[in-house]
């Protein structure tokens, strides 16, 4: 079965940054699209990044000019490079991905983590 564990989360300060990773695993064909969602207690899940097989990049009008996202297709991984951090992005990070697999019988399929917590505070 297809995998997506993300890593890299964490406490930091107001105005520092984090580098979020998401490895895909398992019998991957081609992967279509990578990004990054989040959840904040008490809100719904919001659409942070994402990147296309291509390199074409799209973000949420929060963080444009603080994050960005980028991807190593060999290693079937996405990053999230997250700067000037503020307590309103605290949030679970969910790393997602459409991708083609043996398992899905060549449709494209829609695959999402675990998440993991990225906390902003002093």
């Known amino acids: 079965q297809v995998q997506l564990v993300e890593s890299g989360g964490g406490l930091v300060q107001p105005g520092g940054s984090l580098r979020l990773s998401c490895v895909a695993s398992g019998r991957i064909f081609s992967i279509l699209t990578m990004g990054w969602s989040r959840q904040a207690p008490g809100n719904q899940r919001e659409l942070v990044a994402t990147?296309?097989?291509?390199?074409?990049?799209n973000y949420a009008d929060s963080v444009k000019g603080r994050f960005t996202v980028s991807s190593d297709t060999a290693k079937n991984t996405v990053y999230l490079q997250m700067n000037s951090l503020k307590p309103e992005d605290t949030a679970v990070y969910y790393c997602?991905?459409?991708?083609?697999?043996?398992?899905?019988?060549?449709?494209?399929?829609?695959?999402w983590g675990q998440g993991t917590q990225v906390t902003v505070s002093s």
């Open positions: 990147i296309t097989r291509g390199g074409s990049t």
């Open positions: 997602h991905s459409d991708l083609v697999s043996a398992y899905g019988l060549g449709s494209p399929e829609n695959y």
